[in-house]
T-cell receptor, first 111, second 109 residues
Framework: NAGVTQTPKFRVLKTGQSMTLLCAQDMNHEYMYWYRQDPGMGLRLIHY???????AKGEVPDGYNVSRLKKQNFLLGLESAAPSQTSVYFCASSYSKAEAFFGQGTRLTVV | GQQLNQSPQSMFIQEGEDVSMNCTSS?????WLWYKQDPGEGPVLLIALYKAGELTSNGRLTAQFGITRKDSFLNISASIPSDVGIYFCAGQGAQKLVFGQGTRLTINP
């Protein structure tokens, strides 16, 4: 049972480049989340989804877009990367509104 | 938006000591969760609390869901070296799961 899998694990982007982070879960969870983690800031919610085909904004959605075309996948897109988006990104999923399980994270550096 | 205030931000203790940390919020939550994060890893769930006033233990860990539904605490008894890490509280509201800033625990042997 793989749980929550994030790809890639590491990435370096140049300012202005675009990329997509993939989150896949094999637990048939309805809820999925994308967070970013910065030193001293804890985990801040970027976007989330309560089911296939639905997405909603979290605390810090600007500069990001998401899609949930399939229940098991939640994609996070950066259309034009900025140095302020250098962070560690975590995906999580849950059956209900709690007990979220996390992936291993994606460390993104924008230069 | 919903804000969680977690304290302390960091703790430096001796092995064997007890640890206490807490979270407060201006909003009411339906569920409180406590997670631990080791370096280079994602957070791992320690304890989940579902009812106001609920007191739950998991080994040396004890957590409580405050009566007002706006706060929670986590206690660790008789700390050991593997307790080192960052501890996060999280509150579940209508749909979103939001996190505190974390408490970094360092243990001196």
């Amino acid at each position: 049972n793989a749980g929550v899998t994030q790809t890639p694990k590491f990435r370096v982007l140049k300012t202005g480049q675009s990329m997509t982070l993939l989150c896949a879960q094999d637990m048939n969870h309805e809820y999925m989340y994308w967070y970013r983690q910065d030193p001293g800031m804890g985990l801040r919610l970027i976007h989330y989804s309560v089911g296939e085909g639905t997405t909603a904004k979290g605390e810090v959605p600007d500069g990001y877009n998401v899609s949930r075309l399939k229940k098991q996948n939640f994609l996070l897109g950066l259309e034009s990367a900025a140095p302020s988006q250098t962070s560690v990104y975590f995906c999580a999923s849950s059956y209900s509104k709690a007990e979220a399980f996390f992936g291993q994270g994606t460390r993104l550096t924008v230069v | 938006g919903q804000q969680l205030n977690q304290s302390p931000q960091s703790m430096f203790i001796q092995e064997g000591e007890d640890v206490s940390m807490n979270c407060t919020s201006s909003s009411i939550f339906n569920t409180w969760l406590w997670y631990k994060q080791d370096p280079g890893e994602g957070p791992v769930l320690l304890i989940a609390l579902y009812k106001a006033g609920e007191l739950t233990s998991n080994g040396r860990l004890t957590a409580q869901f405050g009566i007002t539904r706006k706060d929670s605490f986590l206690n660790i008894s008789a700390s050991i070296p593997s307790d080192v890490g960052i501890y996060f509280c999280a509150g579940q509201g209508a749909q979103k799961l939001v996190f505190g800033q974390g408490t970094r625990l360092t243990i001196n042997p």
